[in-house]
T-cell receptor
Framework: GDSVTQMEGPVTLSEEAFLTINCTYT??????LFWYVQYPGEGLQLLLK?????DKGSNKGFEATYRKETTSFHLEKGSVQVSDSAVYFC??????????FGSGTKLNVKP | NAGVTQTPKFQVLKTGQSMTLQCAQD?????MSWYRQDPGMGLRLIHY???????DQGEVPNGYNVSRSTTEDFPLRLLSAAPSQTSVYFC?????????????FGPGTRLTVT
């Protein structure tokens, strides 16, 4: 079945460090891929998305490229800030708007 | 435009009690879903709806019922609460445009069952 696997957290970085959060997926079709962010006490917010192979989604300095050959959608940011501290979820969808989420990766950024 | 709203924000139930979590959206989206979020397990789909009058089960439907009488509302009913249903519940609405999907989440309901 369809599933998403994320690297386990928490990930702790110093401000201005480079961030990578790994995400791989299993799907029988050709899904759209997403990264969502959840700040403490809030719901999930869409961070970026990619709808087909080789697409790059980007937003607020975050990027992720849809790699069909490696079934991956790793999240990257060149220089993290304290305000980026949150939980990040990778997700896929391709059928009837049924989203499948990874388990989430908590990011802590220290000043 | 309020987006997706959920009530209540917090709820404590005793084992065996029933209750309904409310969810409403004002974006005229066809699709609505309920998820539960548990530590270390991400979000798991409970039930979803592809339009008024149409619902289907997700990954973890047992112990929950849904109905969709209008496009706007998608309540989730706990029939007989159990401690295993202690979780944070998120409602979401979404739409499809070509190959593009957008999903919007409510703020969540934190439920504790004692």
């Amino acid at each position: 079945g369809d599933s998403v696997t994320q690297m386990e957290g928490p990930v702790t970085l110093s401000e201005e460090a480079f961030l990578t959060i790994n995400c791989t997926y299993t799907a029988t079709g050709y899904p759209s891929l997403f990264w969502y962010v959840q700040y403490p006490g809030e719901g999930l917010q869409l961070l970026l998305k990619a709808t087909k192979a080789d697409d790059k989604g980007s937003n607020k300095g975050f990027e992720a490229t849809y790699r069909k050959e490696t079934t991956s959608f790793h999240l990257e940011k060149g220089s993290v800030q304290v305000s980026d501290s949150a939980v990040y979820f990778c997700a896929l969808v391709y059928n009837f708007n049924k989203f499948y989420f990874g388990s989430g990766t908590k990011l802590n950024v220290k000043p | 435009n309020a987006g997706v709203t959920q009530t209540p924000k917090f709820q404590v139930l005793k084992t065996g009690q029933s209750m309904t979590l409310q969810c409403a959206q004002d974006m005229n989206h066809e699709y609505m879903s309920w998820y539960r979020q548990d530590p270390g397990m991400g979000l798991r789909l409970i039930h979803y709806s592809v339009g008024a009058g149409i619902t289907d089960q997700g990954e973890v439907p047992n112990g929950y019922n849904v109905s969709r009488s209008t496009t706007e509302d998608f309540p989730l009913r706990l029939l007989s609460a159990a401690p295993s249903q202690t979780s944070v519940y998120f409602c979401a609405s979404s739409y499809t445009q070509g190959n593009s999907y957008e999903q919007y989440f409510g703020p969540g309901t934190r439920l504790t069952v004692t």
